[in-house]
């Protein structure tokens, strides 16, 4: 057998690096932190004046409807949040934890093999959401809030050989940092609004 040219072991090189059983495809993906906190920290700041005003103006709601409402809302909102997406050899996953019903996170799994197109369509905002499609036609919603939205993309066009180059995150992280900064200021509006209602008591 005669020396391999450069030119040889350049592309052997490069046929290696993009072959999918190469390429790392076992992760696990959770909501961004920043999504996570922003919209704990947006829920608490609406709700968090209810309790102390219902007791200062006397209100005719009983207490504990507003605090297991408030706790009803925290627990749908953390149970949303605990998506997670798994990646690995053999396909993409989305799960929730254990405890999360049915209807309120929908867990799937897709084979790598399955995946036929990435659908987009368009949302009422003006955004765009995509689905993965199978050869039956069925849609899953491909997760956009996750940390390292990018990688996953990686991995899903390494297994999958589709096109990712469109799919876009449906917020850019700037939008979650204007929002955070929104809820900052209605921290300081609750505290003003519960200082202004204590000091009228005296």
């Known amino acids: 057998m005669g020396p391999v040219s450069w030119k ?13 059983s190469t390429f790392p495809v076992e992760a696990t993906f959770r909501i961004s932190p920043l999504i996570r906190y922003t919209l704990f920290g947006l829920l608490v700041s609406l709700v968090l004046p209810l309790p102390f ?9 009983p207490l504990w409807v507003t605090l297991a409402g408030i706790a009803a809302g925290c627990v749908a909102l953390a149970a ?23 209807f309120v ?5 897709m084979a790598w093999e399955e995946v036929r197109e990435i659908r987009s369509a368009p949302t009422s905002q003006g955004g765009r959401v995509h689905y993965l499609v199978n050869g039956r036609g069925d849609r899953y919603l491909l997760p956009m809030r996750i940390a390292g939205f990018a990688r996953f993309l990686r991995i899903l066009e390494a297994r999958t050989g589709l096109d990712t180059s469109r799919v876009k995150p449906l917020a850019q992280p700037w939008m979650y940092l204007a929002l955070l900064v929104c809820v900052v200021l209605m921290f300081g509006a609750d505290l003003f609004i519960l200082a ?4 009228g008591s005296h």
Request: hydrophobic share 45%; proline share 6%.
């Open 105 to 109: 996170g929908r867990s799937w799994r």
């Open 196 to 199: 202004a209602a204590f000091a």
């Open 53 to 61: 005003l219902q007791v200062r103006l006397g209100s005719p709601v």
């Open 80 to 102: 949303a949040l605990s998506q997670r997406v798994l990646t690995d050899g053999y396909g993409v996953a989305v799960r929730y934890a254990r405890w999360v019903p049915g």
């Open 8 to 20: 040889e072991s350049l592309q052997s090189a490069m046929s290696a690096s993009t072959q999918p």
